[in-house]
């Protein structure tokens, strides 16, 4: 059977990236594989270990690499919180950039915030109570 399995995001400044989706977000780093003959590191953050068939996100650093140009394809990534009111604000008070405030969809009911990454990725918080 297929699963999904992760999501590649090149970052910057991987310290900078696993701090963000570790602390602030509450990912776990699962696995670190540091390639110095290809001039690259992958840092796998996830809510759930791979093996669970949770997707993670992989944050490739590229050695000497420092910032990239956001594409107009790519739109954002969505994770489920219980309260998005106090999440947001609990990102903001860690310095996160909130780019649309917590509020019901536009012609629905569902709670939605967005917040950008270090590397300027949008990320979608989506209210799940219960």
Do not use: W
Not at 18 to 28: A, E, H, I, K, P
Not at 44 to 54: D, K, L
Not at 74 to 92: K, N, Q, S, W
């Amino acid at each position: 059977m297929s699963s999904f399995l992760h999501t590649m995001l090149r970052v910057g400044d991987l310290d900078r990236s696993v701090d963000f989706y570790t602390r602030l977000l509450g990912m776990q780093e699962l696995r670190r594989n540091d390639v110095p003959d290809g001039k690259y590191t992958l840092v796998f953050v996830g809510y759930a270990p791979e093996s669970t068939g949770a997707g993670v996100i992989e944050l490739t650093y590229n050695y000497g690499v420092d910032t990239y140009e956001m594409g107009t394809a790519f739109g954002h990534i969505a994770i489920g919180v219980p309260d998005i009111y106090a999440t947001c604000e609990a990102l903001r008070g860690a310095g996160a950039k909130i780019t649309r405030e917590p509020g019901p969809v536009k012609f629905g009911t569902t709670v939605i915030a967005f917040v950008e990454d270090p590397d300027g990725y949008k990320i979608e918080l989506i209210e799940r109570k219960g």
